[in-house]
């Protein structure tokens, strides 16, 4: 048997047929989730209930967490015993025993562990690295990313991931400087805060010679230390930037550029479209896998997204939207149709029956479209809602179309966990932040930065009357805390109305806990809703937001909400 916690929660039998963990109640997979966090260590009862429960502890919660290990072994191990399963009740507690299960965070561990009887240098190293990376693909425990149990493991595996990918883009740098720079680029995705990963992506690129690739790489890097940390870059850092000026090439002119390269931009005035520059560089390099993922919340400018990359690739580019179809093919149909297919191609998509995979002959035809002699792009947004089919058809067609890049787009990670799609995996994972500062510069308003946050469906209405950007302020707010935790809502109205706060603030105004309240400071962080400030208070990233927010509340409340923050502090 077996038991899988790096990305989706998954177990096998002896035989690799899958058990039904996902039917288990979400409290039953926590208490699986909790034991393998910890493996090979006897956990009290109450210790694994307060991670499971906290402060909102069952009334009589040994009898439930009794109740949930017994579900867990009857229904993974339906014939097993006590001496075999692999949850042991010992001491009063309970225990995942890896001796009786497999488990891939324990197999990870270990690999971590005899790093550190090898020699430097050695292609043990290597060995280990790589299979370390085999393991690591994905984070732990992602139904449950910002559970404190979750954290430690989900910090090591990190910790483990990254290493690895450094010390394997080192190896890569002399006679593959581009596999090189894409474990670098993904070393950053991980981290972007280790200064390491920015300098094996820039000695790479350098290798590769993209001296103006190394220079943008340095350039993230001086912006992430510098607004997220408030640190310059290294000495070392400076040097590798000294060396790639020294070696910039020019730009070629834009009749030499290959065919199959990425269009200029024109510029921001013309084309509504600010920023994401980067991103869109990844979708047109090489090394970039042949399925993207591009990710944020409501509001962050997917749709803006891929329409640009149809603007920038005029007639490669294909977009379809999961979301809203009605008939299942209605995506692929509508790519099909901007990549100008035949009549026989689109009857073969319109004859397809429902909930059924098209067949080979069909997708053959198909994947025509795609064989050109140019890189070809496949755009789905919305993408979260496609059915098994639907995937299965995007897996034939990536593996059988080599000029064929799909990009997918959806809100997080985590929303696609328990679908269909979590089966198109992959490394290149593009996340669609707020835009910065220097981004919104183009626009001439300074205002602007302030009023937005940087979201980019509030940068477009960030000059309309006030009635409407209000209200989309409010719609944005709405959508990105709709997944949260109840005392967001609360979080993000009192920070409306009193301004900056601090966990401390929040406690006795929200009545939660520290816990609870801290989880949806993150939470709101996270979703670019509030953003931290130096002295530990939070605030809102939006003035629309906040000012959208704060309308709702009278001056009654407001008054009230004042008269609690002063009696509390």
């Known amino acids: ?112 562990r005899s ?33 404190e149990w979750a954290e430690p493991a989900r910090t090591e595996v990190q910790v483990a991931t990254v290493d690895a990918l450094l010390a394997l883009a080192c190896a890569a740098l002399p006679e593959d400087p581009a596999r090189s720079l894409r474990l670098a680029q993904e070393a950053i995705g991980l981290s972007p805060f280790l200064e390491s990963g920015y300098q094996a992506a820039m000695m790479a690129a350098v290798a ?5 690739q190394a220079l943008r790489i340095f350039d993230r890097c001086r912006r992430v230390l510098d607004e997220e940390l408030g640190l310059p870059p290294s000495a070392d850092l400076v040097r590798l930037q000294s060396a790639a000026l020294a070696h910039r090439l020019p730009k070629p002119a834009a009749s030499a550029r290959p065919a199959a390269g990425p269009v200029t931009a024109a510029p921001a005035e013309a084309t509504g479209f600010l920023g994401r520059h980067h991103q869109m560089e990844a979708l047109f390099e090489p090394a970039t896998p042949s399925v993207v993922h591009v ?19 005029p007639g490669r580019v294909g977009i379809g939207h999961a979301g809203s179809a009605v008939f299942r093919l209605a995506w692929l149909r509508a790519v099909l149709t901007d990549l100008g297919a035949g009549p026989e191609v689109l009857a073969a998509v319109d004859g397809a029956r429902p909930e059924q995979p098209l ?78 500062a220097d981004e919104l510069a183009a626009l001439g308003d300074d205002r602007t930065a302030e009023r937005s946050g940087g979201i980019p469906a509030l940068v477009a209405v960030a000059t309309r009357p006030p009635e409407i950007a209000c209200a989309v302020a409010m ?44 989880a949806s400071i993150d939470e709101l962080v996270h979703a670019h809703l509030l953003r931290d400030e130096p002295d530990g208070t939070v605030r809102h990233r939006s003035s629309l937001i906040r000012d959208a927010i704060r309308e709702q509340v009278s001056q009654a409340s407001t008054a009230h909400l004042r008269e609690q923050l002063t009696a509390a502090s």
């Open 295 to 313: 990710v944020g919340p409501v509001g962050a400018g997917k749709s803006a997204f891929v329409a640009e990359l149809a603007r920038r690739a």
């Open 475 to 518: 719609q944005i707010a709405r959508q990105r805390t709709r997944w949260m935790r109840e005392p967001a809502w609360d979080v993000l109205r009192l920070c409306a109305v009193l301004g900056p706060l601090s966990a401390a603030d929040l406690v006795p105004l929200t009545g939660r806990s520290v816990q609870q309240v801290l």
């Open 1 to 112: 048997m077996r038991v899988t916690v790096l990305g989706s929660l998954m177990v096998t039998d002896d035989g690799g047929a899958a058990m039904p963990a996902g039917e288990l109640p979400r409290r039953a997979r926590q208490v699986l989730a909790v034991l393998a966090a910890r493996h090979d260590r006897i956990q009290s009862k109450d210790a694994l209930a307060d991670a499971v429960w906290g402060n909102e502890l069952p009334g009589n919660h040994v009898a439930t967490l009794e109740h949930y290990v017994s579900m867990i072994r009857r229904r993974l191990q339906p014939c097993g015993n006590a001496a075999t399963w692999f949850i042991v009740t010992r001491s009063g507690g309970y225990l995942f025993d890896t001796s009786r299960a497999g488990l891939d965070l324990a197999e990870l561990r270990e690999q971590t």
């Open 359 to 436: 067949g080979p002959g069909e997708l053959e035809l198909i994947g025509t479209v795609f064989d050109g002699p140019e890189r070809v792009f496949l755009a789905v947004d919305d993408a979260a809602d496609l059915d098994g089919a639907s995937v299965a058809e995007l897996a034939w067609l990536g593996r059988r179309c080599p000029r064929l890049r799909i990009v997918l787009t959806y809100h997080y990670p985590s929303q696609v966990i328990d679908r269909p799609l979590a089966a198109l995996n992959t490394t290149a994972v593009l996340r669609l932040g707020p835009l910065s």
């Open 115 to 147: 790093l550190d009887a090898l020699p430097p240098h050695g292609p043990e190293r290597l060995d280990v690295h790589s299979s370390i990376l085999a393991l690591a693909r994905q984070l732990p425990f992602q139904e449950d990313p910002y559970a």
């Open 208 to 212: 590769m010679d993209r001296p103006d």
